[in-house]
């Protein structure tokens, strides 16, 4: 009897349908209202029904916050990340992480020609198997010896476990280090201190 090949998981089957969409002349005030309504990262800037840039929290962090700019007086179109990298809907799952890696986002706006069809997240990989996190991410030093001694290294991004937005998320796990990243709370309720 012939062994039955695995189904390939392809992304419309588990992108979000409708992204967050706006106009490229919202100011950045207006994005990050819209993203916190809809608790979500990133806006895709649409002109013409055409998908232009996206604006994504570290678009808030690199080109406002850090150059002190009032987001009142900042144009979508002056911030957004463009051209877009995109995916197509009947990729797979594991060509889309290939690619999130490769181009280092976490975000892929899923396009059928120039229309906008829906949004692949990390989250969403992570959503349907939270192992796939490492087709989306480069592991650096999996194979070296664990410095004990390091302090842990602390990320901004969506905790795995609460899915809510974190300025200091860390890798969990002892010493492996291969554990989820967790925000301040999730830690708290899940990693026991040894010393206790």
């Known amino acids: 009897m012939a062994m039955e090949r ?8 588990i992108m ?11 100011n950045a005030r207006d994005l990050a209202i819209l993203m916190r309504s809809w608790k979500v990262g990133s806006v895709i800037i649409i002109e013409d ?3 232009l840039g996206i604006v994504t929290e570290r678009d808030f962090v690199e080109k406002i916050m850090a150059r002190d700019l009032r987001p009142s007086e900042v144009l979508a179109r002056d911030v957004m990340t463009h ?13 889309a992480g290939r690619k999130m890696s490769r181009y280092r986002v976490r975000r892929l706006p899923v396009v059928v020609g120039d229309q906008l069809v829906g949004m692949l997240t990390e989250n969403d990989i992570t959503k349907l198997s939270p192992s796939l996190i490492e087709i989306t991410r ?11 001694e390091r302090e842990p290294t ?10 809510n937005f974190s300025y200091d998320l860390r890798q969990t796990g002892g010493a492996s280090g291969r554990g989820p990243l967790l925000c301040p709370e999730c830690r708290e309720i899940f990693v026991r201190d040894p010393a206790d």
């Open 6 to 13: 695995a189904r390939d998981i392809y992304v419309d089957e």
């Open 154 to 163: 602390s990320l901004s991004g969506y905790c795995e476990n609460c899915e």
């Open 83 to 95: 051209p877009l990298i995109t995916i197509d809907p009947q990729a797979s799952v594991a060509e």
């Open 16 to 26: 979000t349908k409708v992204p967050v969409i706006g106009g490229p002349d919202l």
């Open 49 to 51: 029904g055409t998908p």
């Open 138 to 148: 480069e592991w650096r030093g999996i194979n070296t010896p664990v410095d004990l």
